[in-house]
């Protein structure tokens, strides 16, 4: 149901290139930018943002807060919304940063997007800590560019490889950094390439931080599973549609949220 969603808002549910938080974020700022709206909108927008990203944990539990403004029909609850989230994102991105300082990399890697790495990554250069960006162009959509362009844009030396070669490279730097779009106690999911960037990062003596938040933990009370290896038996599917892959937790050094 999506028949009273402004264009803007329709054009979220369909973007294939950002990840959760920066369509998360998003959202709340068109919804706050209105200046009055129907709880009708909410419903509609929670649903569709079901439909549209089924394996983004962290929009699922956005929905479930859209679903709670609109039976509480608060005039400030979207504002809430934003403080909410905002701060739980900034909590984990201070953490990661803490983590990354006490490491002292000078040559980071990722792949593809993840705006929870872009922060930390700015946050960095903030800090005065110096480092240079390898990033993998995370075929097909290629959201890999679109982190180089925003990193330089922030001045910070960063340079773009086939995904094909990232893991081979990613051997010979200090630090494997990346986001994720869920996880659960054993498992997180990101995008295809990971696992091997991970591995043979891993048995090269290469570190790697997953930086999450605590809106991406796959939840029985948001996700409605009694275990959460019930989300990737019922999202196989969805989660190969979207070019992602699972990383086991054991392979990685740090998930923080």
């Not at 998360?24 to 549209?52: M, T």
């Not at 962290?58 to 701060?87: D, I, M, P, T, Y």
């Not at 993840?114 to 700015?122: A, C, W």
């Not at 946050?123 to 800590?129: C, F």
Request: proline share 3%; hydrophobic share 40%.
């Amino acid at each position: 149901m999506r028949g009273n969603l402004p264009d803007n808002l329709l054009t979220l549910l369909r973007d294939r290139t950002h990840g959760a938080t920066y369509i998360q974020e998003k959202i709340i700022d068109e919804l706050s930018a209105l200046q009055r709206f129907e709880p009708s909108l909410l419903v509609n927008l929670a649903e569709g943002l079901r439909q549209s990203y089924p394996a983004m944990v962290q929009l699922h539990h956005l929905s479930s807060k859209l679903e709670e403004c609109a039976e509480k029909r608060e005039n400030n609850c979207v504002k809430k919304l934003k403080e909410f989230f905002g701060e739980m994102h900034n909590r984990a991105v201070n953490k990661c940063v803490e983590e990354i300082l006490k490491l002292g990399p000078s040559r980071i890697t990722t792949i593809s997007h993840s705006s929870q790495v872009i922060k930390v990554l700015t946050r960095l250069k903030k800090k005065g800590h110096k480092f240079t960006l390898l990033v993998g162009e995370g075929k097909p959509a290629k959201e890999g560019l679109v982190t180089a362009r925003v990193l330089r844009e922030a001045g910070i030396k960063s340079y773009v490889c086939k995904d094909g070669n990232l893991a081979k490279y990613a051997r010979r730097r200090d630090l494997i950094l990346t986001g994720t779009d869920a996880f659960g106690k054993e498992w997180l999911i990101n995008k295809i390439g990971s696992y091997e960037l991970v591995i043979k990062g891993g048995l090269a003596g290469v570190p790697t931080i997953v930086c999450a938040s605590e809106d991406k933990r796959v939840v029985p009370d948001i996700m409605n599973y009694s275990f959460d290896t019930d989300f990737l038996r019922n999202f196989k599917r969805e989660i190969t549609e979207m070019q992602m892959e699972v990383v086991p937790t054991s392979i990685v050094w740090k998930l923080i949220f």
